[in-house]
């Protein structure tokens, strides 16, 4: 646990888990295994693109409404061989605030050889006096292809809370099937010590999204570059190391605008994956 959650005292509250098995089943991708935790849920899988029929469409949900204080929550995803997925969750992921303790999730995904994976979940609001720590780990086998999304407001703005959260601690760590890590990303944000408005550019929400691919890495970086300059967005991509795939780092104001982009730089992975 990061030394910034060390001054916090040790309150438990509700320990939700979401345990997800992804097989192939003739042409189509099932949830073949699932075992959930309260206040954690997983909607069946369903397969609305007539473009990838057989691609299964899992939605996380929580029935809290929010991560509360003290909150341990964890969520894995094993994707089986030649597997197609797209888990998201049902609404924004809001982090309540704390009188006591801070709030943990921790998400493991496994992506096997051949699979296709979209961890796209909505954007993390953190509330006023609120502290979160999150930590996602990505084991991506070497003809997997995995595009994962991690998107944080700077509060609940219309309520006039632009970052007011205490701590907001978020680590990411892909690595090859080895065990070999291929990149790490942390971004620890404690609105207290820094002003956040100014480092932001006046922009209240924050996203990154990674595309760990082995298909043409100069192909997708003209096609998220054209995609980004048809949105007018304030975005970037670059590569990430070990030449394991792209990266793509957004500022807005808009959720709409960001989520739109996310979903456009999704198809042209999946585009590239040969999803059907």
């Known amino acids: 646990m990061p ?26 991708t099932v949830l073949s295994r699932l075992r959930t935790k309260a206040p954690l849920l997983v909607q069946r899988a369903l397969y609305p693109e007539h473009k990838a029929p057989g691609m299964a469409h899992i939605y996380l949900m929580s029935s809290a409404g929010g991560i509360l204080q003290g909150d341990r929550m964890e969520i894995a995803v094993d994707a089986g061989k030649n597997t197609s997925s797209r ?26 050889p051949g699979s296709y994976v979209e961890f796209l979940p909505h954007q993390l609001i953190p509330f006023k006096s609120s502290r979160f720590y999150q930590e996602v780990t990505l084991d991506v086998s070497q003809d997997s292809t995995v595009v994962y999304s991690e998107t944080l407001s700077a509060g609940r703005t219309a309520s006039g809370e632009t970052f007011v959260f205490d701590v907001c601690f978020l680590r990411m760590t892909a690595r090859d099937m080895n065990g070999g890590v291929l990149f790490s990303d942390v971004c620890c944000m404690e609105p207290e010590k820094m002003r956040y408005e100014l480092l932001f550019g006046g922009k209240t929400i924050w996203s990154t999204i990674y595309v760990i691919t082995p298909h043409d890495h100069e192909s997708i970086d003209r096609g998220i570059m054209e995609t980004i300059g048809k949105h007018n967005i304030l975005a970037g991509c670059s590569k990430l190391p070990h030449d394991c795939g792209l990266f793509v780092r957004v500022l807005d104001d808009s959720i709409d605008r960001v989520r739109e982009l996310t979903m456009a730089v999704a198809r042209i992975a999946r585009k590239h994956a040969m999803v059907g």
């Open 3 to 28: 030394s910034q959650f060390a001054k916090y005292d040790d309150f438990q509250g509700e320990a939700g888990s979401a345990s997800l098995g992804l097989s192939r089943s003739g042409h189509r």
């Open 87 to 112: 888990i998201t969750t049902q609404a924004a992921t809001k982090i309540y605030r704390m009188e006591h303790g801070f709030a943990s999730q921790t998400v493991s995904l496994c992506a096997h």
